[in-house]
């Protein structure tokens, strides 16, 4: 988590409203919060709405962007 080491990852084509920890050595993952966010072209970009999901230095916390209330927003949920 949080390496920066790039990880094939599949599409399926779904909007999944939840961001995910994946142990790649364990081969196990852990939903972490739900973003709810809508997906939706906003002033001709999609890129304000996408989650974004960042982690904290020290990996204990994930900073994303969700537009569940209405307009994009800043979250922060604990890992």
Known sequence: MGDGAPHNTGDISL???FIWVFDIKNGTQKAICQHNTSWKVLDGDRQVTHPHPSFSPD????LYTSDEE???AL???QV
């Open 15 to 17: 909007n999944d409203p």
């Open 59 to 62: 990996n204990k916390w994930v």
């Open 70 to 72: 209405g307009m994009p």
């Open 75 to 77: 979250y922060l949920a």
